[in-house]
């Protein structure tokens, strides 16, 4: 019960050092660009929790980052009334082998605190990828045509659309994802991700996992930032 209350008294923020900041990213020629809004740098200890929670299927370290992305306030821009969130599509193998879609989780806590509805089950793959964390940056940007699929919903299918996602890379996918929800004539207002991975400097190659710390399992996963997080939601498993 004092993990529980712990939990919902205690300020996210103020456990856990984020520096939220903007992007752009392009959508269409067209369509232009969107802002894209994260709530941190993707840095090793902010990694070394995501790939904890999305490799590891860790129940409770989802549940603190989805939290976590709780503190992040909604930007003046969106102040339309008839706004939808929508999680990124989930691959459907490793959908039925975590049980969690994080994408999933953080705009439901997102939809509750910016009291938005959230749209689940609106986009959708139409078979399994590898994963992204395994290639590189130019394997990332190319998409496969009609791989995300937008199922706009039946009261007011062309509401505005707000993306989100666990971390942006090169924004390959939510500009699959963008594309396909104008396809279907509904407006793309922009994104939020929990962490921003930003483009390497000039010189810089190879595999991005190259760049980013091991899975949990031999080292990270002791990192500060676990212990605070499993002490946030130790009682909500």
């Given at each position: 019960?004092?993990?529980?209350?712990?939990?919902?008294?205690?300020?996210?923020?103020?456990?856990?050092?984020?520096?939220?900041?903007?992007?752009?990213?392009?959508i269409?020629?067209?369509?232009?660009?969107?802002?894209?809004?994260?709530?941190?740098?993707?840095t090793?200890?902010?990694?070394?929790?995501?790939?904890?929670?999305?490799?590891?299927?860790?129940?409770?370290?989802?549940?603190?980052?989805?939290?976590?992305?709780?503190?992040?306030?909604?930007?003046?821009?969106?102040?339309?009334?008839?706004?939808?969130?929508?999680?990124m599509?989930?691959?459907?193998?490793?959908?039925?082998?975590?049980?969690?879609?994080?994408?999933?989780?953080?705009?439901?806590a997102?939809g509750?605190?910016?009291?938005?509805?959230?749209?689940?089950?609106?986009?959708?793959?139409?078979?399994?990828?590898?994963?992204?964390?395994?290639?590189?940056?130019?394997?990332?940007?190319?998409?496969?045509?009609?791989?995300?699929v937008?199922?706009?919903?039946?009261?007011?299918?062309?509401?505005?659309?707000?993306?989100?996602?666990?971390?942006?890379?090169?924004?390959?996918?939510?500009?699959?994802?963008?594309?396909?929800?104008?396809?279907?004539?509904?407006?793309?207002?922009?994104?939020?991700?929990?962490?921003?991975?930003?483009?390497?400097?000039?010189?810089?190659?190879?595999a991005?996992?190259?760049?980013?710390?091991?899975?949990?399992?031999?080292?990270?996963?002791?990192?500060?930032?676990?212990?605070?997080?499993?002490?946030?939601?130790?009682?909500?498993?």
């Amino acid at each position: 019960m004092d993990g529980l209350l712990h939990w919902l008294w205690a300020s996210p923020r103020e456990a856990y050092p984020v520096e939220p900041g903007k992007t752009s990213l392009e959508i269409s020629p067209k369509a232009g660009e969107i802002n894209v809004f994260y709530l941190a740098r993707y840095t090793p200890e902010v990694s070394s929790q995501i790939q904890r929670a999305k490799y590891h299927s860790d129940w409770t370290t989802a549940l603190g980052l989805a939290r976590l992305l709780r503190s992040l306030d909604r930007p003046q821009q969106w102040s339309e009334s008839d706004l939808l969130l929508v999680p990124m599509a989930p691959d459907p193998k490793r959908l039925a082998t975590r049980g969690f879609h994080l994408p999933a989780l953080l705009a439901k806590a997102l939809g509750r605190h910016w009291r938005i509805p959230v749209r689940r089950g609106g986009l959708t793959k139409t078979r399994s990828t590898p994963e992204q964390a395994r290639r590189t940056r130019a394997e990332r940007q190319q998409t496969e045509p009609g791989l995300i699929v937008w199922s706009p919903p039946r009261q007011n299918p062309l509401a505005p659309v707000i993306l989100v996602d666990d971390v942006m890379t090169t924004g390959a996918t939510l500009r699959s994802a963008a594309q396909a929800i104008n396809e279907g004539g509904s407006p793309v207002l922009g994104a939020v991700v929990l962490a921003y991975v930003p483009a390497p400097q000039t010189g810089q190659t190879g595999a991005l996992a190259k760049a980013m710390p091991p899975r949990p399992g031999s080292g990270p996963e002791q990192s500060t930032w676990h212990h605070r997080l499993w002490e946030r939601t130790e009682g909500m498993r």
